[in-house]
């Protein structure tokens, strides 16, 4: 895997005449789609793509995978902050390689669609995973000091925790001991209690009176709805948000402590960088079906038919044609026009 890896580092550099006949022959072949970019995005898509038998030309115009999204070691970071001169002293830091910066970070949640889509795609089984060992939530304090605790997503987690009185505690005990047993389709499960039975119509009340039948304190809110369902929206939202949408939320977190074993939080990470690891395995999987990545391969522009449909690309003068081009707007920026500016979030 390594030797191939570096193969086509140098193929893309064009370091001999031999290696710029080599990426050349690449471009002889007609492909079921050329994909620019080994992004994230891009990268799934080529990969899923590839899984389902197509052909695929990847194109990175960097050096390295990942383009701007990439995880890169110290050696690539102090080149990339403008001191390629400048190495990292590895007796005070250790080795270069030893260290991942994503520059666009982002870890997996081990449940629901994020984890399908990387297994359908193919890259999954090329990949080196780790359990991230804790999920951390940054808070205030009951006395105003700002904190940083644990998220709180499993019984044994709330009964150990000092974040929370005897009540609310066993508040969330009792909310927690109903999720587990609740499944969205299973109306039998939305009944809560033992003797008077109490059923919750999810798809119509709101979040916020969910939680209110829960008692859920803000300490326990913030846990719940920042922590476990990941809402970064104004807190204001819960009462539009339908029960149910919540729901999915919490389960998808607790449920991902169930996919492999010894999880200490719901997330994984791939050893070497999730915006370097997913291109190169998503490069193997395009291998194994007949197509193949390129670094460093300058994009002059987009070929289009006469109905306007994209067929090809051409680099260094060099045409390759496909049945369809996968590309973000920055290679056809003739093509697209600003139409909307998303604003920063409200704060809560």
């Not at 001999?16 to 007609?30: G, I, K, L, P, Y």
């Not at 990292?88 to 910066?101: F, M, T, V």
């Not at 939080?265 to 915006?275: A, D, I, K, N």
Request: hydrophobic share 40%.
């Amino acid at each position: 895997m390594q030797l191939r890896f570096s193969l086509i580092g140098v193929l893309a550099a064009g370091a001999s005449a031999s290696d710029v006949t080599n990426w050349r022959s690449a471009f002889e072949t007609r492909y079921d789609a050329v994909v620019l970019g080994t992004g994230l995005k891009e990268s799934l898509l080529a990969g899923l793509l590839a899984n389902r038998g197509k052909k695929v030309l990847q194109l990175e115009r960097h050096e390295q995978y990942g383009g701007a999204a990439a995880s890169l070691d110290l050696s690539q970071l102090f080149e990339r902050l403008g001191a390629p001169d400048e190495q990292p002293n590895e007796k005070k830091l250790g080795a270069s390689d030893s260290y991942r910066i994503d520059l666009a970070p982002k870890v997996v949640m081990a449940h629901g669609a994020e984890l399908q889509l990387l297994v359908r795609s193919g890259a999954w089984k090329h990949m080196d995973w780790k359990r991230v060992q804790r999920s951390l939530i940054y808070r205030k304090a009951p006395d105003g000091k700002p904190d940083v605790h644990r998220v709180l997503a499993t019984v044994e987690d709330v009964l150990k925790t000092r974040m929370l009185t005897t009540m609310q505690k066993s508040a969330m005990v009792r909310l927690f001991t109903w999720l587990e047993q609740y499944e969205e389709d299973s109306p039998k499960t939305h009944s809560v209690g033992v003797v008077s039975k109490t059923k919750l119509d999810v798809r119509r009340m709101s979040a916020a009176a969910f939680l209110r039948f829960w008692e859920v304190t803000p300490e326990m809110l913030h846990v719940l709805v920042r922590g476990m369902a990941l809402h970064d929206g104004p807190m204001k939202a819960l009462k539009k948000m339908p029960a149910a949408a919540l729901l999915r939320r919490l389960k998808r977190y607790k449920n991902a402590y169930k996919t492999f074993p010894h999880m200490t939080s719901p997330y994984v990470y791939p050893s070497q960088g999730l915006g370097t690891e997913l291109p190169k395995a998503v490069a193997e999987v395009l291998a194994e079906a007949g197509g193949q990545t390129l670094l460093g391969r300058p994009i002059d522009r987009v070929l289009f038919d006469e109905s306007g449909k994209a067929c090809g690309v051409v680099s260094e003068g060099v045409e390759v044609r496909a049945d369809c081009v996968i590309a973000d707007a920055s290679y056809v920026p003739e093509k697209v026009a600003p139409s909307h500016q998303v604003p920063p979030s409200p704060s809560p």
